[in-house]
C-alpha cells in the first residue's frame, strides 16, 4: 500500500463508518443520536480521546477536566470527539507491580484504537506505565496520535523543607526507622507530602517518560514538566485538541515521529535529566514496536558523551515544579540541540529545532548549561562481567562516589520474602562493605520485575548512620529512589542468569568507570552451582500472569511480549459489515 492511499485510508476512517450505505451505516448513525450528535457533527473528523482516569490512580484524578479541554480544542478545529477508556495503571495501587500490566494496557490501547473507527487520537497519560503503555499501543496502532500528560504534582513543604514523592517516602521512611523520627512527625509528612494532582514530582520514572515524550516528538513543548495544577496544563491539552484534528488530515502517524533518530533524542535527554533507570526498560520496547532494536551499549554510549544539566531530585536537589519554572523540557532540549538531531519531525507540525529554539534557561542554578554542567557524563552507565553477561543498569548519578569501585562480600537473599524476612533481623551478619544482593526478582522471578532493586539498609546499620551500601538485583527500582544500585542484572536469576549462582559469602567487584560487574569466583565452582539450581516454581499456572510469564522477554529487550513486536497499522485491518 502507498504512502498516500494509506493516508487517504486513515483520512476516511471516521466518516465512512458513518456514511456507509447500508443498514451498518445506519445503525452507526443512529446509535450516535443517542449521544445527542446530528450528521454534521460525524461528517468530521472523529477523534478519539483515550481517557485513563480511575480512582484507583491517583495521579490521574484530574483527567475529567483535560479531556474536557482535549474536547474544547477539538470542537475548534472542526473535529468530533469521543472519549473512550482504557484500563488505567495506578503505581501506588497495584500489587504486585504496574509493570507487570504495562503491556497489557498497550494491547488495550492499541487494540482500542484499531476497534473504534477514529481517524486520530489523543492518549492521556501520566503515571509511570501509563506513558510508555500508552507510546507502545499509539505506535503499534499507528494511527495519528499525540500524547497529553497529566503533568508532576506541585512541590510538597513540611517544616522549611521541600518533599518529593516518593524520594522523600523513602528517605523519611527510612529516618523514622531508624527512631530519628517520631510517629507525629511521620504523620505531618503524610499529611504534607502530596499537594495536588499529578504524578510524582521528583525526576522518577513518570517525570522522566513525560518529559522524553517531548524528546520523542509526540507531544507538545511543555507536555513533560507544565504542572498538573497549572492552567497551562488545561490549555496545552485545547492546544493537543487542535491540533490532532489537523494531524489526522495530514496523515501524521506515530511512525514518522518515532524514529530511531528520535529515540537517540530522547536517550539524550534522558542522561541530560538523570532520568530513571527504568526508561531503559521502556525505550528498548517502544522500539521493538516500532521495528529496530535500542541496544544498552547505546545508552552507556549516549550517557558517556551528554551533560548532566538538570539539578532535579533524586540525582539533583529541585523538583519538576522548580524546573517547569526554569525552563523545562524545552529550554534543556535548546541546550542539548548539537547532541541531538534537530531535523526529526514532531507532532507539531515542526521539527525538534524549530520547537525549542525559542526556549531559554531561567534559572541556570536549576538546569545548567553544557559549558558548566553539573557532571560532564549523563547519569546511566552500562555495566557488563560475568555476574550481568547481557547487561546491569545503574544510576551512578544518584549514587554515592565512595561507592562506585567497591569489592565486598556478598549477602544474598533469594527473593523478595526472604529478603523481607531477614532484612532486619538482628541476627543478620551484615556489615556497611558488604553488598546486598536480592536474586528472583526479574521479569519472570518477580513476578513483573518490582521496584524492589534499592534494597532497604538493614535497620541495625541505619541505626550505625549507614545510608548506602551497594546493592545488586535483576529488579528494578523507583526512578525516585537513590543510592548504589545496580539493576536489571540480565539474564535474570529466574532463567538461570548468573546472579542465580551467587552464594553469600562471595566476593564481588563493582567498577562503574569500568563499566564492569563480577562474581569472583571460580569457574568450576559457578559450574557445581549451575548443576544444583533448579528453576522457581512459576508463579501463575492461569489466565493474564501465566500469559506474561509464558511470553516476556527480558529487561534489555524492554520485557514486552514476544508476540506484540512491530507494528499493525490501522488501516490495514479490513473494515466489518453487518
Ligand atoms: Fe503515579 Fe508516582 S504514583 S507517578
Known sequence: MTENRTEKVVEARGRSF???PDAAGLMHRAFTRSLGFDRADMNRPLIGILNTYSEMNNCHAHFPELVEA????????????????????????????????????????????????MDGVVVL????????????????????????????????HWRGQTLGACTDCRRLTAEFRAGNLSEEEFGEVEENLVRSRGHCMVMGTASTMN?????????????????????????????????????????LRPSRVLTRKAMENAITLLCALGGSTNAVVHLPALAGRLGFD???????SISRRTPLLANVR?????????????????????????LLHGGEPTVTGRTVSENVAQSNIVDTEVIASPDKPLKSEGGLAILRGNLAPEGAV????????????????????????????????????????????????????????????????????LKQGVRDMVRISDARMSGTAFGTIVLHVAPESAVGGP?????????????????????RVDQEELNRRRGEWQRPQPAYRRGYGRLFLDHVLQAPEGMDFDFLLGRDPVETMAQPKF
Not at 499507528?142 to 506541585?154: E, N, Q, T, Y
Request: charged share 20%; glycine share 12%; with cysteine.
Open 18 to 20: 458513518f456514511n456507509e
Open 70 to 117: 482535549v474536547k474544547r480544542g477539538v470542537w475548534q478545529a472542526g473535529g468530533f470527539p469521543l472519549e473512550f477508556p482504557t484500563i488505567s495503571l495506578g503505581e501506588i495501587y497495584l500489587t504486585p507491580t504496574s509493570m507487570l500490566w504495562r503491556n497489557l494496557a498497550a494491547m488495550d490501547t492499541e487494540e482500542m484504537i484499531r476497534g473504534n473507527p
Open 125 to 156: 497519560c501520566g503515571c509511570d506505565k501509563t506513558t510508555p503503555a500508552a507510546l507502545m499501543g499509539a505506535a503499534s496502532a499507528d494511527l495519528p496520535a499525540i500524547l497529553v500528560s497529566g503533568g508532576p504534582m506541585l512541590n510538597g
Open 211 to 251: 518529559s522524553l515524550t517531548e524528546a520523542l516528538g509526540i507531544a507538545l513543548p511543555g507536555n513533560g514538566a507544565i504542572p498538573a495544577a497549572d492552567s497551562r496544563r488545561i490549555l496545552l491539552a485545547e492546544k493537543a485538541g487542535r491540533r490532532i484534528v489537523a494531524m489526522a488530515a495530514e496523515g
Open 294 to 300: 535500542l541496544p544498552l551499549d547505546l545508552f552507556d
Open 314 to 338: 533524586p540525582a539533583g536537589s529541585f523538583q519538576m515544579e522548580d524546573f517547569f519554572y526554569a525552563g523545562g523540557v524545552p529550554a534543556t532540549m535548546r541546550q542539548l540541540l548539537p
Open 394 to 461: 545503574i544510576k551512578h548519578a544518584a549514587a554515592s562516589p565512595g561507592l562506585l569501585q567497591h569489592r565486598g562480600r556478598a549477602i544474598v537473599f533469594q527473593g523478595i520474602s526472604d529478603l523481607q524476612e531477614r532484612i532486619d533481623d538482628p541476627a543478620l551478619d551484615v556489615n556497611p562493605d558488604d553488598i546486598l544482593v536480592l536474586q528472583n526478582a526479574g521479569p519472570i522471578g518477580g513476578p513483573g520485575m518490582p521496584e524492589v532493586g534499592n534494597l532497604p539498609i538493614p535497620k541495625k546499620l
Open 499 to 519: 546472579l542465580s549462582l551467587a552464594r553469600t559469602g562471595d566476593v564481588i567487584e563493582l567498577d562503574v568507570p569500568g563499566r564492569r560487574l563480577e562474581l
